[in-house]
């Protein structure tokens, strides 16, 4: 079984700053910086089903989160063709392709053994989540009481395996991935982006045996410059800032375009970060790891029960003289309103160096 480490945080927060640390340690699976394993966190997925099933458990509703949970495998795991009618369905997330096509046939798997039973009925309940049409189709096959047509596959859910079920779901599907890169043999951990979030790590940790969670957090005065588009403001000619992406998803994201929806979402995020004191859980700045590297290095080595020795490509991934150059980004922007803005309404956060 596979240590899970989830790494999260609020967005341009320095998280990879970890996994590249990570990423000199032997044993230790770590997927590239753009793969988020969103299942967890989605709506109708592993988190909203475990809640239905096994913590407010009705007909209705346990019933229709089965439903959805298998609608939302199919949406996230198919991959079809680019020329394929099917990619009107298709999320975009390919984890059929990702997962050398065994996604959804694994999960599927998950989901069928917490069905306990089924049979065929009429249920009235999901009226509301029918299209236009199929509502129309409906109320014509009660009003010609065409009964068979108003019948539906109804579930029975079992939850007392749940989360037994879900960590072994998990390490045979991760294996998928660690066979790929023909390292199986020697790896005890893996790490995973934005899997539980940082708000309320604690519901995934309960579920997933093995698992561990870091959240990083970062200066938002820094947040803010590193989230801004290329273009849409001036800059000083020794520094560059703007998002990495060409589309300005990073300034979307982030709502860096527009200085108090950034205040606002920065203050609504960390409001609601996980503030509890589980041991599975640790809190990192991103500041630290840089100037005050050694000792986030044993915390990060004590936290997941790692061995320093594993550590054989020691700042070959993550370098603290590189990283440094992110820290203090804001003193060389332009618009200095902007900085003290942020300065005095999200003083809790910001880092004094």
């Not at 990702?98 to 089924?118: D, P, Y």
């Not at 800032?241 to 200085?259: K, P, R, V, W």
């Not at 640790?282 to 500041?287: A, I, M, N, P, S």
Request: net charge positive.
């Amino acid at each position: 079984m596979y240590n899970f480490v989830d790494v999260s945080g609020v967005g341009n927060s320095g998280k990879t700053a970890v996994s590249d640390i990570l990423r000199e340690f032997d044993r230790v699976w770590t997927p590239a910086d753009s793969f988020e394993f969103d299942l967890f966190r989605l709506p109708n997925g592993i988190l909203d089903l475990h809640h239905h099933l096994a913590e407010d458990w009705s007909p209705i509703r346990s019933h229709y989160a089965i439903s959805r949970f298998n609608e939302l495998i199919d949406q996230i795991g198919m991959s079809p063709s680019k020329l394929s009618w099917k990619k009107i369905y298709s999320t975009g997330n390919n984890y059929d392709r990702l997962f050398e096509r065994q996604f959804r046939t694994v999960m599927k798997g998950f989901s069928n053994k917490l069905i306990a039973g089924s049979y065929q009925a009429e249920w009235p309940y999901e009226l509301t989540t029918y299209s236009v049409r199929r509502r129309i189709l409906h109320k014509l096959a009660v009003k010609l009481n065409i009964r068979s047509l108003l019948e539906r596959q109804v579930y029975l859910s079992d939850s007392s395996e749940f989360e037994q079920e879900l960590t072994a779901t998990m390490n045979k599907l991760f294996q998928i991935l660690v066979n790929k890169d023909s390292v199986s043999s020697s790896i005890d951990y893996v790490v995973l982006h934005n899997c539980f979030e940082p708000f309320n790590p604690v519901r995934s940790l309960n579920i997933l045996s093995k698992s561990k969670s870091i959240i990083v957090y970062r200066d938002p005065r820094d947040v803010y410059v590193s989230g801004i588009r290329n273009g849409k403001v001036s800059y000083k000619k020794d520094i560059t800032f703007g998002a990495e992406d060409e589309h300005g998803l990073s300034e979307a994201f982030l709502a860096t375009y527009d200085i108090n929806l950034f205040i606002l979402r920065y203050q609504t995020y960390m409001k609601n970060i996980y503030k509890g004191q589980d041991n599975r859980v640790l809190k990192l700045r991103f500041e630290d790891l840089v100037h005050n590297y050694d000792q986030s290095l044993t915390q990060i080595c004590n936290f997941l029960n790692l061995d320093s020795a594993l550590h054989v490509r020691k700042k070959q991934k993550f370098q603290p003289s590189q990283s440094a150059k992110n820290i203090g980004k804001w003193r060389k922007y332009e618009n200095s309103q902007e900085i003290k803005l942020i300065t005095e309404k999200l003083s809790d956060f910001v880092w004094n160096s």
